[in-house]
T-cell receptor, first 112, second 113 residues
Framework: GQQVMQIPQYQHVQEGEDFTTYCNSS?????IQWYKQRPGGHPVFLIQ?????EVKKQKRLTFQFGEAKKNSSLHITATQTTDVGTYFC????????????FGKGTLLTVNP | DAEITQSPRHKITETGRQVTLACHQT?????MFWYRQDLGHGLRLIHY???????NKGEVSDGYSVSRSNTEDLPLTLESAASSQTSVYFC????????????FGQGTRLTVV
């Protein structure tokens, strides 16, 4: 079945440093979504990428979707303590009818 | 405001007992999903439904069942709870449209002793 690999599993940074998490799918995706889960919380939708090579920005967060629509990345510039949490990518395969396959997530901790 | 709620938030049960976790959404979404979250495994799909009377198995469906008698609810039943089913369970819903953003409930922490 479809697999979505996400690295790194953990990332610890000093406040102000940048952070990147990478996601790779074994199959071509119709779209990829990113979610953030704060410690003790539930996943919250951040963004959806649909087009090949798409780049979207949300303030300090930059999301990219690869040309082949099999990989994606989330980059945070100048991390803040409010960025702490686990970031998940979730891919929707063509024909999977809204069913998402989640990566295992990257836990980001930020040292103030 | 529309929302998705799970109950109970925490539950402790004994091995072999039947347990039902409730999920209720007021988004009027046709798609509903149940996931379990375990350390090192991320979110794994248990069951999902695209509408009333429709249910489908996910990647880790053994020992679980769901029913969809209306749009708002998708209860998850553990037929005979096992210690391996100790986990955090999340329900989610999404619309059947191009933007398939999933809305998650607050989660249910289930401990099987």
């Amino acid at each position: 079945g479809q697999q979505v690999m996400q690295i790194p599993q953990y990332q610890h940074v000093q406040e102000g440093e940048d952070f990147t998490t990478y996601c790779n799918s074994s199959t071509t995706l119709s779209n990829i979504q990113w979610y953030k889960q704060r410690p003790g919380g539930h996943p919250v939708f951040l963004i959806q990428l649909v087009k090949s090579g798409e780049v979207k920005k949300q303030k300090r967060l930059t999301f990219q979707f690869g040309e082949a629509k099999k990989n994606s990345s989330l980059h945070i510039t100048a991390t803040q303590t409010t960025d702490v949490g686990t970031y998940f990518c979730a891919g929707e395969r063509w024909g999977s009818n809204y069913k998402l396959t989640f990566g295992k997530g990257t836990l980001l901790t930020v040292n103030p | 405001d529309a929302e998705i709620t799970q109950s109970p938030r925490h539950k402790i049960t004994e091995t072999g007992r039947q347990v039902t976790l409730a999920c209720h959404q007021t988004w009027n979404h046709n798609n509903m999903f149940w996931y379990r979250q375990d350390l090192g495994h991320g979110l794994r799909l248990i069951h999902y439904s695209y509408g009333v009377q429709d249910t489908n198995k996910g990647e880790v469906s053994d020992g679980y069942s769901v029913s969809r008698s209306n749009t708002e609810d998708l209860p998850l039943t553990l037929e005979s709870a096992a210690s391996s089913q100790t986990s955090v369970y999340f329900c989610a819903s999404s619309a059947q449209q191009d933007n398939t953003e999933a809305f998650f409930g607050q989660g249910t922490r289930l401990t099987v002793v």
